[in-house]
Structure formats: C-alpha cells, structure tokens
C-alpha cells in the first residue's frame, strides 16, 4: 500500500463514490475508496461507512434495507438508497451479505459493463476502472437489475408525491 492516501475516519459517500472495497491492512479491514477521479484507502470498514453515511443523510440502515425490500422483495442482499438529490436515488449494490467483511459495495450508476471471469466477475466503471468481485456473473446481473428496479420504485414514489391525485401503483 505504499504511496496510496491513507484518510482518517470519518469519511462519507458522496455521488463521486464508486466502490468501497474491503482491504485487510495491519490485521484489521480498512476500505479502498474508488471515487470518479481519484482512489484511497480509510480505516473504517465498508458497511459503516455506509451507515455513517445513510445516517448523515438523514435516514438509517435499517430504514434502507426495509424500503429496498418492500420495493424488490424480501431478499438476503438487496441494493440500498444512501441518498438522494433532486431525486436521483444513490443506490448501492452489495456483492455478499452486506454484514461480511468481504462485501464489496459498488455505486449501480457508477457501472459501465460486467464480466465473467475466473472466481468472479470483473465490473468495469464509467471512469475506466475495473473491478474483481468474487461473485458470480449472475449475481452481479441480478443485483444490478434490482437496483434498477429499486431506481424505478423511487421515481415512482416521487412522481407520486409531485401529482398526489394521478394514480400509481405505488406496491
């Protein structure tokens, strides 16, 4: 990790966040932060940098987690909204549970293209980086759709609230 930014905690997702990456350093898991034009390391673990971050914005993990399942099921590991401005949704996918040290969590506008690779699926980014996830193909599919479909609830819900007397199915 030699001439990589080491950040001191707090550090909180913004819409220039396009991965947090689990990184095992000094015996302890730290977060490689892939942002739109530059990368660091921060000594916190992924999944509280997304609470922290949930929390600063004004909503919490649990609240995330239970809008995401009543929007796309009642799955394991579903995509979550950190934020959201002018009513673009941030929505991130986790690749495992969201609780494992493992879990890498990627920014769904953030993602160009993904492939099968060996052990894994390679996510390409918009700003030309990729990255290795030691998930299948098609749970990276499948992640990526149900953010989309989370994206599309969220709109939905929205447009609702500009035009509360046209009618949407809002379940």
């Not at 394991?76 to 494992?100: E, M, Q």
């Not at 506008?109 to 990729?130: D, F, R």
Request: glycine residues 4%.
């Amino acid at each position: 990790m030699l001439d990589v930014k080491l950040l001191s905690s707090p550090y909180y997702i913004s819409f220039d966040t396009f991965v947090l990456e689990p990184y095992a350093y000094d015996d302890e898991i730290i977060t490689r932060v892939i942002e739109r034009r530059q990368e660091f390391f921060v000594k916190e673990k992924p999944i509280q940098i997304v609470k922290n971050s949930i929390n600063l914005y004004g909503g919490s993990f649990k609240q995330a987690t239970h809008y995401a399942k009543q929007a796309i099921g009642n799955y394991h590991k579903t995509p979550i909204i950190v934020a959201h401005d002018y009513g673009i949704p941030y929505i991130f996918i986790p690749t495992l549970s969201p609780n494992s040290d493992q879990n890498v969590w990627i920014a769904s506008h953030s993602i160009e293209n993904y492939s099968a690779v060996p052990q894994g699926c390679m996510v390409y980014l918009e700003n030309n980086h990729a990255v290795k996830v030691n998930v299948s193909f098609n749970t990276i599919a499948r992640q990526y759709s149900f953010a989309n479909t989370l994206g599309k609830r969220f709109d939905k819900v929205r447009r609702h609230l500009n035009n509360p007397h046209e009618y949407f199915d809002l379940i």
